[in-house]
């Protein structure tokens, strides 16, 4: 929890913003929002891994596996989780990766986007996504699989939002005033922490 007093052992005022979630969870829309409404930089990291390497992400999957798109994922998010005034998003299975969630500077706020599998695969279709870890004949269950695996580690963030009830918008504004306000509410459960 953020305390905007900064009593004794509470976590600094947020320096930037790490959006966690699975896949089509809305980082990327909401990360944009957010960046705007702070007037700091947004980074999709996605996008920065195609502009560094030349290549779209299957083709990286496809050439090194997902082992090496991970080791370029992690090199990139160590670069861009150094910098302040930022709103990350990296891909649905940064955060999944053992260490990575629990090496986050204290003054770091780390957000969950949560979705359902179902919500993520139909997100997907409906965009006609790429995403090579969903290229398969069940989708849904892959997904389900996945974010079962994942799920322990977007938990490790410090404030989860229902990525599924409230539009980019709300959930934008939501994170950007508890950015503002140094002020976070307990994630003890998700009841208390989905509202916007």
């Known amino acids: 929890m953020i305390d905007p007093a900064g009593g004794e052992g509470a976590p600094p005022p947020p320096s930037r913003i790490l959006l966690v979630g699975f896949m089509a969870s809305g ?3 909401v990360g944009r929002e957010v960046a705007q409404l702070l007037g700091w930089r947004f980074v999709d990291l996605d996008d920065e891994i195609r502009r560094e390497t030349g290549q779209e992400i299957p083709a990286i999957f496809k050439r090194s596996g997902e082992a090496g798109f991970r080791e370029i994922e992690a090199r990139a998010a160590r670069r861009f989780l150094l910098r302040d005034r930022t709103v990350l998003a990296p891909g649905g ?15 770091t706020l780390s957000v969950w986007l949560k979705v359902t599998a179902e919500t993520a695969v139909a997100r997907d279709r409906a965009q006609e996504g790429e995403r090579p870890l969903l290229n398969v004949a069940r989708p849904v ?6 974010l079962a695996r994942r799920e322990s580690y977007y938990r490790l963030a410090r ?26 509410p307990p994630t003890s459960s998700p009841a208390t922490a989905h509202s916007p």
């Open 27 to 29: 980082k990327s829309a």
């Open 93 to 107: 299975g940064w955060a999944a990766q053992p260490g990575h969630m629990e090496e986050l500077a204290a003054d």
């Open 141 to 146: 269950e892959r997904a389900r699989r996945l």
């Open 159 to 184: 404030l989860t939002l229902d990525a599924e009830e409230y539009s980019v918008s709300a959930l934008a504004s939501r994170i950007a005033r508890l950015a503002r306000q140094a002020v976070e």
